[in-house]
């Protein structure tokens, strides 16, 4: 992977072992940023030979509800790399079944991983985005957050009323912390297509994702970037959604 530019930035990606988080630290790598990869497994072996030879690639496993766990990987990402300027919460399960046949442990795992991870993952981190600056003159000083939404968060999708729950508070919670921790940090929530995930796949058999992983990353690296903006309300969605009948 050829590295086509040099710049100080570090990001911090959750749940980057498969899929969007995979897709978008290695877009970011061949950028030049520095990220690090948070993540309850590990990426695949060959996933992994091709990290372990890139210097500013730094893969550490970890539950992200575990703050203990959160703050170890914070810190030894701020010793390897000086700083944290910008964090993807993209870490996140799904569960494709009935309400009526859903129970309290499955609500209670969803709500664990897609709320409560996410905001454990950002109050630990918020202190040293606070310190960072992005590199771009277009972005105001500070750090930036990328929350993961997803298209359940906005339209009605059958099957799926834990997991449109947890994204929608994903949404809320973005659009809220913004107002709040602006213009220090920036909080961006991108609202991906259907995507060829392994999530996906299992949620939707008989579905064919409109987009690959890289399409998204492509995206969140423009986001980064200062090219692509969020709309007035913190929201990225230039994608098409096939569950949305409007």
Known sequence: ????????????????????????????????????????????????????????????????????????????????????????????????????????????????????????????????????GLASPKHREGGLIINIASDSALHPIPYLPIYSLTKAAVLNFSQSLDHEIKPFIRSIAVIPGSTNTDLFKKSFPSHTALYQPEDIAHVIAKVISGKQKPNKEGIINPFKHIFNKD
């Open 1 to 132: 992977m050829n590295q086509k530019k040099k710049t100080s930035q570090t990001v911090f990606i959750t749940g980057a072992a498969t899929g969007i988080g995979l897709a978008t630290a290695k877009l970011l790598l061949s950028q030049g940023y520095n990220v690090t990869i948070f993540s309850l497994t590990k990426p695949s072996l060959q996933d992994m030979e091709i990290l372990a030879a890139m210097p500013r690639a730094l893969v550490l496993i970890g539950n992200i509800c575990n703050s203990t766990q959160v703050k170890k990987a914070l810190s030894a990402t701020i010793k390897k790399f000086g700083s944290i300027d910008i964090l993807i919460n993209n870490a996140g399960i799904s569960l494709h079944k009935p309400f009526k046949e859903t129970t309290s442990i499955e609500w209670d795992s969803l709500i664990n991983v897609n709320i409560k991870g996410m905001l454990t993952v950002t109050q630990c981190a918020l202190p040293y985005l606070r310190k960072g």
